[in-house]
């Protein structure tokens, strides 16, 4: 039994990763945000306070609605973390 999993990858890389705390009008965010070669220039972004995260790139802060449906934010939540995320993506 203990030999039934079937890994599709098994890879270790070094990181880097920002941890970055700010507060808005709206909210605060405590972020995680880790670079890696793995998703095409992309950023691992995790909110620390509520563990959603999502793969974000420039593409995807354009994407209507996909910041409030990734992190479970309201429309002006959405707009301060586009905004900051906006200058580190």
């Not at 990763?17 to 220039?41: K, M, P």
């Not at 209507?64 to 959405?78: D, H, T």
């Amino acid at each position: 039994m203990a030999n039934d999993l079937f890994y599709l990858y098994d890879e270790s890389e070094d990181t880097k990763t920002r941890f970055v705390s700010f507060t808005g009008e709206a909210t605060r965010f405590d972020l995680a945000i880790t670079t890696t070669n793995r998703f095409y220039g992309k950023k691992l972004v995790i909110n620390i306070q509520n563990g959603r995260s999502a793969i974000i790139g420039h593409d995807d802060l354009e994407e209507e609605g996909y910041l409030e449906f990734a992190f479970n934010l309201n429309e002006q939540e959405a707009e301060e973390l586009k905004t900051f995320l906006e200058t580190v993506i």
